[in-house]
């Protein structure tokens, strides 16, 4: 780590003023109280954490090789049902979001003046959340809570993380009678332009190089083979911006009856007075964020009694078990006391700071082994929105009323499960008895009678066995009869709450055959059970615009002012894929986001289907005649098609207008982004010639002065200009179609031959090959054999 900069500068003036954490409380008693916050959250909840870890069993299908009831080794099946119906519910859900990217689109809520800025955020957060990190695996994530828990939480902190790097470049070796001075000299000025470089011994192998942000070392050496290495240690940043985390259901703690996990007040009544995130942080990156004052409240004592305290695992009771389940369990102490990982506490309180009688939301971040206040901030410095809230987004499967832990499909489908599970294992024993039943006989006079425990196949020699052994009727063909009722009975009760069944896993219902055999009957079945996944999935990107909502507040204050980047998936291939983002002006205003994915989308086919569709019922005569759709809509409609069947429709059809993938355009949206600086883009939404009259409106009015320089005065004549010529281009095609329309009932209400028309053809039919032309019959000339006689 570089040495800190000092707070003076050469002059005497101060160049650095570092901000302390507020300290007007007894860091002692904070600490103390986050731990007992937590300590009482864990032992409210220790019975559902018991339920919930044996529900994941059942899951996973953890089951030993053999029961113990009614015999040692008796039938113990592990039944594939909750697994099956929990990945076919998460698939439904991924898909439904990724292949609708982006699944969220923003809305203005202060329109026409900040709807420009919509297709801009979308493209910023779409990159924030795939690109710049791991988006799917956070939408899996997600999936999988809440699923399988009922409810998913997603942490959105904004993160800037640092590290030290090595630069290791390789270049030619000296050449004859070249001073090596001058030769590390070109590869100092080579490889880093632009910044301040400071020899530090006399034959440059050594240097320092100042960036203006840091300055860091650069050291040459030779190799074997007389090649120059240049090795550069430095800081460098791996990570800004925001980043979702999805918690896992025990690391979230909170009072038992908040209904989420936002701040309690009259508008939020059942909110939560405190939330506690667990993680488990390494001592290294403890003692980072300390020397990079993160962690401005630990003392260089607090960072000595760290190194010193023992790992507690109490809080990690239900990632040990699942270790156990799952055959792992380390108890292995670290070799590097750095490697070992400690308990910290994020916790979200209400808290009297200043003594004035009233609550201030805090952040707290405690180490619970040696029970160490790190570090303390107000909720509103850490993550400022407009209203004030907490960075968490949450959604459940089932909600509960008063509740913020839902349902989960482990929950729904444990009773029916533990119900087939012991029909079956039933139905297996008394295959084995029926199979290999036990017997009775009677000892001969030479064997002593013992008490013997019977299992199946088991049986003792005996002189006279057909008369001294009786092997009891076990009737297992009517008790395996029974038990494949009872399963067929449960089968379809779980079928009916889970609503997951042969159709959503791509099969026929047995006995239904005859109704599916049409594409209309199957999306008639299709469409009656998209209530209840439609809802889940609303519930679902429910939680997930929440996320996006807090990306949005923390980029509209963190963001660096100049942030450039690329989008993924090129609406058209003549635009431009590289946005530059300026955070005081493209990401001002208050928006809301909404969503566009729905069942369909997980299903291609599906989607097809509706597509296909919609193709037959827009593109017809009614539509087109009363110009309900205009060639754009038709383009669009296709080239979404196109794009379900894994196409890229650009090779293939062309856009009738420039505008064509753009979305209408206001006469008031047109000025504000006039008055920005930029040329507008999309076709007039109230028609060219409203359009028009508003922009001259505008132009005689003294709000002419917005226009602040002279570029954006040639823009808005260029507009308008083009706005006019708009305005030509829809009367000449109105005028060619009333044309057309008279020509067409002209030709209608004529007196051609056969009531009217065109005359009809009475020319020679076109001469295929080994054909004879028929001579008889008129030519173009009027007479059979070539002309009139």
Same mark, same amino acid.
């Given at each position: 780590?570089?040495?800190?900069?000092?707070?003076?500068?050469?002059?005497?003036?101060?160049?650095?003023?570092?901000?302390?954490?507020?300290?007007?409380?007894?860091?002692?008693?904070?600490?103390?109280?986050?731990?007992?916050?937590?300590?009482?959250?864990q032992r409210e909840s220790s019975y559902d954490s018991e339920a919930r870890l044996?529900?994941?069993?059942?899951?996973?299908?953890?089951?030993?090789?053999?029961?113990?009831?009614?015999?040692?080794?008796?039938s113990n099946i592990a039944l594939p049902d909750m697994m099956t119906n929990v990945?076919?519910?998460?698939?439904?859900?991924?898909?439904?979001?990724?292949?609708?990217?982006?699944?969220?689109?923003?809305?203005?809520?202060?329109?026409?003046?900040?709807?420009?800025?919509?297709?801009?955020?979308?493209?910023?957060?779409?990159?924030?959340?795939?690109?710049?990190?791991?988006?799917?695996?956070?939408?899996?994530?997600?999936?999988?809570?809440?699923?399988?828990?009922?409810?998913?939480?997603?942490?959105?902190?904004?993160?800037?993380?640092?590290?030290?790097?090595?630069?290791?470049?390789?270049?030619?070796?000296?050449?004859?009678?070249?001073?090596?001075?001058?030769?590390?000299?070109?590869?100092?000025?080579?490889?880093?332009?632009?910044?301040?470089?400071?020899?530090?011994?006399?034959?440059?192998?050594?240097?320092?190089?100042?960036?203006?942000?840091?300055?860091?070392?650069?050291?040459?050496?030779?190799?074997?083979?007389?090649?120059?290495?240049?090795?550069?240690?430095?800081?460098?940043?791996?990570?800004?911006?925001?980043?979702?985390?999805?918690?896992?259901?025990?690391?979230?703690?909170?009072?038992?009856?908040?209904?989420?996990?936002?701040?309690?007040?009259?508008?939020?009544?059942?909110?939560?007075?405190?939330?506690?995130?667990?993680?488990?942080?390494?001592?290294?990156?403890?003692?980072?964020l300390a020397d990079s004052d993160f962690y401005d409240l630990i003392s260089k004592?607090?960072?000595?009694?760290?190194?010193?305290?023992?790992?507690?695992?109490?809080?990690?009771?239900?990632?040990?078990?699942?270790?156990?389940?799952?055959?792992?369990?380390?108890?292995?102490?670290?070799?590097?006391?750095?490697?070992?990982?400690?308990?910290?506490?994020?916790?979200?309180?209400?808290?009297?700071?200043?003594?004035?009688?009233?609550?201030?939301?805090?952040?707290?971040?405690?180490?619970?082994?040696?029970?160490?206040?790190?570090?303390?901030?107000?909720?509103?410095?850490?993550?400022?929105?407009?209203?004030?809230?907490?960075?968490?987004?949450?959604?459940?499967?089932?909600?509960?009323?008063?509740?913020?832990?839902?349902?989960?499909?482990?929950?729904?489908?444990?009773?029916?499960?533990?119900?087939?599970?012991?029909?079956?294992?039933?139905?297996?024993?008394?295959?084995?008895?029926?199979?290999?039943?036990?017997?009775?006989?009677?000892?001969?006079?030479?064997?002593?009678?013992?008490?013997?425990?019977?299992?199946?196949?088991?049986?003792?020699?005996?002189?006279?066995?057909?008369?001294?052994?009786?092997?009891?009727?076990?009737?297992?063909?009517?008790?395996?009869?029974?038990?494949?009722?009872?399963?067929?009975?449960?089968?379809?009760?779980?079928?009916?709450?889970?609503?997951?069944?042969?159709?959503?896993?791509?099969?026929?219902?047995?006995?239904?055959?005859?109704?599916?055999?049409?594409?209309?009957?199957?999306?008639?079945?299709?469409?009656?059970?998209?209530?209840?996944?439609?809802?889940?999935?609303?519930?679902?990107?429910?939680?997930?615009?929440?996320?996006?909502?807090?990306?949005?507040?923390?980029?509209?204050?963190?963001?660096?002012?100049?942030?450039?980047?690329?989008?993924?998936?090129?609406?058209?291939?003549?635009?431009?894929?590289?946005?530059?983002?300026?955070?005081?002006?493209?990401?001002?205003?208050?928006?809301?986001?909404?969503?566009?994915?729905?069942?369909?989308?997980?299903?291609?086919?599906?989607?097809?289907?509706?597509?296909?569709?919609?193709?037959?019922?827009?593109?017809?005569?009614?539509?087109?005649?009363?110009?309900?759709?205009?060639?754009?809509?038709?383009?669009?409609?296709?080239?979404?098609?196109?794009?379900?069947?894994?196409?890229?429709?650009?090779?293939?059809?062309?856009?009738?207008?420039?505008?064509?993938?753009?979305?209408?355009?206001?006469?008031?949206?047109?000025?504000?982004? !006039?008055?920005?600086? $930029?040329?507008? /883009?999309? &076709?007039?939404?109230? *028609? %060219?010639? +409203?359009?028009?009259?508003?922009? =001259?409106?505008?132009?005689?009015?003294?709000?002419?002065?917005?226009?602040?320089?002279?570029?954006?005065?040639?823009?808005?004549?260029?507009?308008?200009?083009?706005?006019?010529?708009? !305005?030509?281009?829809? $009367?000449?095609? /109105?005028? &060619?179609?009333?044309? *057309? %329309?008279? +020509?067409?009932?002209?030709?209608? =209400?004529?007196?051609?031959?056969?009531?009217?028309?065109?005359?009809?053809?009475?020319?020679?039919?076109?001469?295929?090959?080994?054909?004879?032309?028929?001579?008889?019959?008129?030519?173009?000339?009027?007479?059979?054999?070539?002309?009139?006689?």
């Amino acid at each position: 780590m570089d040495e800190k900069k000092p707070l003076f500068d050469e002059y005497g003036l101060r160049r650095r003023r570092p901000r302390k954490s507020e300290s007007g409380f007894d860091k002692e008693k904070i600490a103390q109280r986050v731990c007992e916050f937590a300590k009482n959250d864990q032992r409210e909840s220790s019975y559902d954490s018991e339920a919930r870890l044996q529900r994941y069993a059942k899951f996973r299908m953890w089951a030993e090789d053999g029961g113990d009831f009614p015999w040692a080794g008796s039938s113990n099946i592990a039944l594939p049902d909750m697994m099956t119906n929990v990945l076919m519910m998460e698939d439904t859900l991924h898909n439904s979001l990724m292949s609708n990217r982006p699944f969220t689109t923003a809305r203005a809520l202060t329109p026409p003046l900040n709807t420009s800025k919509e297709e801009l955020i979308d493209d910023l957060l779409d990159t924030q959340v795939f690109v710049e990190q791991d988006g799917e695996k956070a939408v899996e994530d997600s999936a999988s809570s809440f699923v399988m828990d009922g409810n998913f939480v997603a942490y959105i902190p904004w993160v800037k993380e640092d590290r030290k790097t090595v630069l290791y470049r390789t270049f030619r070796g000296f050449e004859e009678r070249e001073l090596p001075r001058q030769h590390l000299e070109k590869i100092i000025i080579q490889e880093f332009p632009n910044t301040d470089q400071y020899m530090i011994d006399e034959e440059g192998w050594d240097w320092e190089i100042d960036d203006g942000k840091q300055k860091f070392r650069v050291k040459f050496y030779t190799t074997s083979d007389d090649e120059i290495e240049m090795l550069a240690t430095r800081q460098t940043r791996v990570y800004e911006g925001p980043k979702i985390i999805i918690k896992d259901y025990e690391d979230v703690l909170a009072p038992v009856r908040s209904a989420n996990l936002q701040i309690p007040g009259p508008s939020n009544p059942n909110g939560a007075t405190h939330v506690i995130m667990k993680d488990y942080p390494t001592i290294d990156e403890i003692q980072r964020l300390a020397d990079s004052d993160f962690y401005d409240l630990i003392s260089k004592k607090d960072l000595k009694k760290i190194l010193n305290v023992k790992e507690n695992k109490t809080d990690e009771k239900e990632k040990l078990q699942k270790d156990v389940l799952q055959g792992k369990y380390d108890e292995q102490r670290s070799v590097d006391d750095t490697h070992r990982t400690l308990t910290r506490y994020t916790c979200f309180d209400l808290y009297d700071v200043d003594g004035d009688g009233i609550n201030t939301d805090m952040i707290w971040w405690v180490l619970k082994e040696p029970e160490i206040l790190l570090k303390a901030k107000p909720l509103t410095e850490m993550y400022p929105s407009d209203p004030p809230r907490r960075p968490f987004a949450e959604a459940s499967f089932i909600p509960v009323q008063g509740r913020r832990e839902g349902i989960g499909m482990l929950e729904m489908m444990e009773s029916l499960h533990d119900f087939k599970k012991q029909t079956f294992d039933q139905a297996v024993d008394s295959g084995t008895l029926g199979n290999t039943p036990f017997y009775f006989y009677r000892p001969t006079s030479n064997i002593k009678p013992e008490m013997m425990r019977l299992f199946p196949g088991d049986g003792v020699p005996l002189g006279d066995p057909k008369n001294d052994v009786y092997f009891p009727d076990i009737g297992s063909s009517n008790s395996q009869s029974y038990a494949l009722n009872m399963l067929s009975m449960a089968d379809q009760m779980q079928e009916k709450l889970t609503v997951i069944g042969d159709l959503q896993f791509g099969r026929v219902p047995v006995g239904r055959s005859s109704a599916l055999r049409t594409s209309q009957n199957l999306q008639s079945f299709l469409q009656e059970g998209e209530a209840r996944p439609e809802r889940i999935l609303r519930r679902f990107l429910s939680g997930w615009l929440e996320v996006y909502k807090q990306i949005h507040e923390l980029n509209q204050h963190f963001l660096p002012e100049k942030k450039a980047f690329r989008i993924i998936g090129i609406r058209d291939p003549s635009d431009d894929p590289y946005r530059e983002v300026d955070v005081f002006t493209d990401l001002q205003g208050r928006f809301d986001f909404d969503f566009s994915a729905n069942v369909l989308n997980a299903s291609k086919i599906a989607q097809q289907e509706v597509l296909e569709q919609a193709m037959a019922t827009f593109i017809s005569e009614i539509p087109l005649q009363l110009g309900i759709v205009t060639p754009d809509g038709i383009y669009r409609l296709m080239r979404d098609w196109g794009r379900t069947k894994g196409m890229r429709p650009e090779k293939y059809i062309n856009k009738p207008s420039p505008e064509a993938m753009t979305a209408p355009v206001l006469a008031e949206e047109a000025l504000m982004q !006039i008055i920005n600086g $930029q040329m507008p /883009k999309g &076709a007039p939404m109230e *028609g %060219a010639q +409203q359009h028009l009259d508003k922009l =001259q409106q505008f132009a005689k009015s003294e709000m002419i002065g917005y226009l602040d320089h002279p570029n954006k005065v040639e823009i808005l004549r260029a507009y308008m200009k083009q706005t006019a010529e708009r !305005i030509k281009m829809d $009367q000449l095609s /109105k005028q &060619a179609g009333e044309i *057309g %329309a008279a +020509q067409r009932g002209g030709r209608g =209400q004529g007196g051609g031959e056969q009531g009217g028309g065109e005359p009809l053809d009475m020319s020679n039919p076109p001469v295929n090959d080994n054909e004879l032309l028929d001579e008889t019959l008129p030519t173009a000339g009027g007479g059979a054999n070539g002309g009139m006689q």
